[in-house]
């Protein structure tokens, strides 16, 4: 049992008492003023059937703010008219409770719709909050796009810069390579030609030993020469003190004399250039010797840069192959984000779409509710749709309770006022 339908009851068997108290008096005194037959009720002949209204009672207690409380009584008949009878009454409430019902059908009917636009005002807060978070999202996802599109035309200029680089080395790899193959077959030549000064020079000495020991054979033979013939010259010389004329013998052994000492200085000059040749040619095939060592040096020199110029040369079109997959990957990531960016373009042209749909939608439940309840369509100033608030929500939830409480005081009948 309701708390109002408590307190309705309490207050109808305090009232009734207090009725019964105040006619038992009236009765033991015997006499009621004209005034009080006119305002007090004609005491009911029967006692009501269960389930029927009694007859009415004089309201004791004022109906809430907003609540219909039991209609007044009705005005005092004149002299020689019949007042109101019990039937009257009856159908009296009974119309009044049919309108009120009527009424108050009414208002749960606007009521119902009010709610219904409360709860689709809510859905399309939380429809346009979700719209704002898709928009939002959308936006980020565009900056992304966009920030991703810049790094990759970024990443594309970088990796052709690297790519023009790597090209670049692989030309200057390739000509050092070229330079040095070069300087190999120069080395290997100038070996080639040291070599044969070697020998060329190690075949001089060997002469120019022969002829220094042809040279001192020679002034041994020239130095025996001239003792013989300075033997004959004594000789001759000895004829001719003893007479005999040796003059021409001594010439010959003279001119023969100073031939071996021209012979001899001739081969001592000869023994001389010889032994200075052979100092060059040794010091030569020193040089040649360096020299080979130098190119040999150098060769290999050559060689390890060769390899290292055609690693980076490996190194380098490696590089260039993988600069172009990035630049390759770079683009087809240029184009997935251009992609999402018309999509994501065509999701806010979507949702733009969607929220004017959903506007006209609103707009049109708004006029039918307007229709069956009366009342104009609640619209903002600019035409959108109305935004719930929190102080509509609390005029709603009063309204709600007022008619509540309207439609459990309309529908009690005149008996729950009294008991």
């Known amino acids: 049992m309701k708390r109002t339908t408590l307190i309705a009851i309490t207050v109808g068997a305090v009232l009734g008492t207090a009725a019964s108290g105040a006619y038992a008096q009236t009765q033991s005194n015997g006499a009621v003023s004209p005034d009080q037959q006119q305002q007090l009720p004609a005491p009911q002949a ?102 991703s599109i810049g790094q990759n ?69 020239d130095k025996a020469n001239m003792r013989a013939e300075q033997g004959d010259l004594r000789h001759d010389y000895a004829e001719q003190r003893a007479g005999v004329n040796e003059q021409s013998a001594i010439s010959q052994a003279h001119a023969a004399i100073n031939t071996d000492q021209q012979d001899i200085s001739k081969d001592r000059s ?34 390890r ?22 630049i390759h990957t770079d683009a087809n990531n240029i184009r997935t984000d251009r992609q999402d960016l018309r999509a994501d373009h065509h999701d806010m042209r979507t949702d733009g779409q969607d929220i004017r749909n959903a506007s006209a939608v609103t707009t049109a439940q708004q006029q039918r509710v307007a229709s069956n309840t009366g009342k104009p369509a609640s619209q903002s100033v600019n035409g959108a749709k109305p935004q719930l608030t929190a102080s509509t929500l609390a005029d709603n939830a009063a309204a709600n309770s007022k008619k509540a409480q309207n439609e459990q005081t309309t529908h009690k009948a005149w008996y729950h006022w009294v008991w």
């Open 46 to 147: 029967n006692p009501p059937a269960v389930g029927s209204a009694g007859p009415r009672a004089p309201q004791t207690t004022a109906p809430a703010v907003g609540q219909a409380g039991p209609s007044a009584p009705a005005t005092t008949p004149a002299v020689g008219q019949a007042g109101p009878g019990p039937a009257g009454d009856e159908q009296d409430i009974h119309h009044r409770d049919m309108a009120d019902g009527r009424a108050d059908r009414h208002d749960i009917t606007r009521e119902g719709a009010d709610t219904a636009a409360d709860h689709h005002n809510i859905d399309q807060k939380e429809q346009d909050q979700k719209e704002q978070n898709e928009r939002r999202d959308i936006r980020s996802d565009e900056r992304a796009d966009a920030r």
């Open 153 to 221: 035309r970024a990443d594309i200029r970088t990796d052709r810069a690297d790519i023009a680089q790597s090209r670049a080395n692989i030309g200057a790899n390739e000509t050092n390579i070229a330079q040095n193959q070069a300087d190999i077959r120069t080395d290997r030549a100038d070996i080639a030609q040291d070599k044969a000064n070697v020998r060329a020079n190690e075949s001089n000495i060997a002469q120019n030993r022969a002829d220094i020991h042809t040279d001192r054979a020679d002034i041994a033979q």
């Open 270 to 303: 000869a023994i001389h250039t010889d032994a200075h040749n052979i100092g060059t040619d040794q010091r030569n095939i020193q040089v040649d010797r360096s020299d080979v060592a130098q190119d040999r040096s150098a060769i290999h020199t050559d060689a």
């Open 305 to 326: 840069n060769i390899g290292t110029d055609q690693n980076n040369i490996r190194n380098d079109r490696s590089n260039i192959a993988q600069d172009r997959g990035a």
